[in-house]
């Protein structure tokens, strides 16, 4: 298929349901409207309310808050996740006594968190923060313990037989390793660092895409909703997209899922 | 013809701890020496320890009782003087070919900027000229094993272990790369042990072809010296009659290996 029929295709996908929803709620079907606009505004109104919020300018504040909470968390959280994941994989033993204490803390539902990060840290950037990193710590760890415990052993062997010392093997054989392990799950993480921050915004603060949404919310301003729920998934897309160039740059040697360059 | 010993093993045994209180002995007291500039071939039934014996020769593993001495000198730990050629991929997958081929010299203290050129001859000399960017996943089996083959020899070891290095390749690459091998150890003539399970690559390319027992506790049971002259082509040299002579020769011997081997491999899957 043609690019263009496909980017065709997606579009009518979109303007279908965008009109499914407008008709909907706006004209009655038996003398009765489906969805009623209180419960689910329509695209108009929610439209309006983006353009207002971007051309008041009122929107980059939350943005920009949002961004640097999701950055923040992904970057604290994957250090952590490298650096721990290295270390327990290098040493067993540390791994196996820490081992039932990892699984206990990732088995909890982080949301339960929020009250906790809020009490220690206020309502500010740094509690969320703290959620998004609990989230994207986990992912990055797992995956690269997982990386520097399955590096080939011919790999291994090899670069012992071409003389490289511990240090050296960990240059190049353990970290490049881990490194490429790590990269593979950057989706899910930065996904989880947005995710993160959302919904501990949500919970408790004075700003970002989360406290919008939740403001919307307290007046029952469905319009307001629906926009900031709009605005956040464009966000993420973005981002997305951005972890698309970073993967490609960085992960040219790997091959692709149909075993071609 | 030489006086030196590359490697040499004396009453090498090799043992491994199964999961319980067993000991599974790999190699029983293995003899073999390897002279300065002679080329040896290692063939035996699979599962015959071929590969752990070269192992133990790298340092990679210690031997159970019996001694490794390298060029006189007993071994601890790696052996420095060698380099390894494996039977799977080994190639870092993280870097270029060029890459691959440069690290042997950085590792050792080379700066980048001497190695790359140095590297970029070799791959040359290996045919990859034109193909230095090429990360592993890019190339070719044949191709691969052409820059481990480099990634080996720019060191410049004193002795080329190879384990079944073209095992994985098809009937027409072994070919060439086993002419490939032979101009590249003519211009210098290194010690090599070449372990394969393919008794006319042996022939074809070693000056001495060591046969093992079926393994478990397998011993070295037969060593033969191939006077074919040098330089050789492997594809000629099959066409020899002394080629065929000691073909035959050797073939009788380890024939009934490899049908003991057999044997005891269908047997252990009806135990099962």
Known sequence: MSRLTLLSLQVLVAVVCLALWQLLSTVPVFGKI?????????????????????????????????????????????????????????????????????????ALPRVVLAPIFALWLGLGIWSKVAL??????????????????????????NGRMLGMSERQLMQHVYWPSALSWMFSSLHTSV??????????????????????????????????????????????????????????????????????? | MTTLTAVALEDAKVAFRLGDERVYTAVEKANLTVGEGEFVAIVGPTGCGKSTLLNVAAGLLKPAAGSVRIFDQPLAGLNRDAGY??????????????????????????????????????????????????????????????VALAQVLIRDPKILLMDEPFGPLDAQ?????????????????KAVLFVTHDLEEAIALADRVVI??????????????????????????????????????????????????????????EAV
């Open chain 1, 34 to 106: 489906l969805l009623p606009p209180f419960f689910f505004s329509n695209p108009v109104d929610v439209f309006a309310q983006i353009v207002k919020w971007f051309s008041s300018g009122v929107i980059w504040k939350h943005l920009g808050i949002t961004l640097t909470e999701s950055i923040l968390a992904f970057v604290i959280g994957s250090a952590g996740g490298v650096l721990i994941g290295f270390w327990f994989a290098r040493q067993p033993l540390v791994a196996a006594v820490f081992d039932p204490y990892v699984k206990m803390v990732n």
């Open chain 1, 132 to 157: 998004g990193v609990t989230l994207v710590f986990f992912i990055v760890f797992f995956n690269v313990y997982q990386g520097v415990k399955e590096v080939s052993r011919t790999v291994l062997d």
């Open chain 1, 191 to 261: 996904g989880f660092a947005v995710v993160g921050a959302v919904v501990g915004e949500y919970l408790g603060s004075a700003a970002g895409l989360g406290y919008l949404i939740q403001q919307a919310e307290g007046i029952f301003d469905v319009a307001g909703v629906f926009a900031g729920m709009f605005v956040l998934s464009a966000f993420v897309i973005l981002i997305d997209f951005g972890v698309t160039l970073v993967e490609r740059r960085l992960l040219v040697w790997r091959p692709t899922v149909d075993g071609r360059g």
């Open chain 2, 85 to 146: 050629l494996f039977q799977a991929d080994a190639l870092f997958p993280w870097m270029t070919a060029l890459d691959n081929v440069a690290i042997g010299l950085e590792v050792s203290g080379t700066p980048r900027s001497e190695a790359l050129p140095r590297a970029q001859k070799w791959l040359t000399s290996v045919g990859l000229g034109a193909f230095a960017n090429r990360y592993p996943h890019m190339l070719s089996g044949g191709q691969r094993k052409r």
């Open chain 2, 173 to 189: 690459t072994r070919q060439v790369m086993g002419n490939l091998l032979l101009d590249l150890w003519n211009a210098d003539r």
């Open chain 2, 212 to 269: 093992m027992s079926t393994g478990p506790s397998s011993r070295i049971i037969g060593d033969w010296r191939v006077s074919l002259p040098r330089p050789r082509d492997i594809f000629e040299v099959r066409l020899d009659q002394e080629f065929h002579a000691l073909h035959r020769e050797i073939w009788s011997v380890l024939k009934d290996e490899v049908m003991k081997g057999y044997a005891q491999s269908t047997q252990a899957a």
